[in-house]
């Protein structure tokens, strides 16, 4: 005697979620990281600001200067990759993740800025004196490449 077919139990869906929920859910997190981004790096833009001697944005948008441009164009990348890094790290963890890149980008502006600090005792090129020079300088481009190996360093360590 053979079986009789028993039919198919349909699948659970209690506690599914719907592509649109999921789309609603990661375009949510998408704009939380990409604010706290762009947050960051407002906020390295006026650390950078106050290492400078001089307003920031005269010195670049009025006085054309490359130093000062490549200074904060170099810090500004180096602090988004601390964020992208705090980012991936988070692994999905939407408000573990926002947290930890806040404390680690906030960590990396930090670091950037004692670098900076460091780097004109240590190596005796000063900033400030960078920045009055009309054209784009020697220690400048030292200091910009400075500027992203420490933030590459930094957003390794987050990984």
């Known amino acids: 005697m053979t079986p009789s077919p028993q039919p198919v139990p349909l699948p659970d869906t209690t506690g599914t979620v719907t592509l649109a929920e999921t789309l609603v859910r990661d375009a949510l997190a998408i704009a939380s990281y990409a604010a706290l981004g762009v947050l960051l790096l407002i906020i390295g833009f006026y650390v950078i600001d106050l290492a400078i001697p001089g307003k920031l944005s005269q010195l670049i948008k009025t006085d054309r200067n490359p130093n000062a441009t490549l200074l904060t164009s170099s810090g500004l990348a180096a602090v988004g990759l601390i964020v992208a890094a705090s980012i991936w790290s988070s692994g999905g963890a939407l408000q573990e993740g926002l947290l930890a890149t806040l404390v680690y980008g906030l ?23 960078l920045v009055s020079e009309p054209e784009l300088q020697p220690g400048t481009r030292l200091l910009a490449v400075t500027h992203l190996a420490l933030g590459l360093i930094t957003a390794v360590a987050v990984i």
């Open 107 to 129: 960590v990396g502006i930090a670091v950037q800025t004692v670098a900076m600090i460091l780097f004109d005792l240590a190596a005796g090129i000063s900033v400030r004196k």
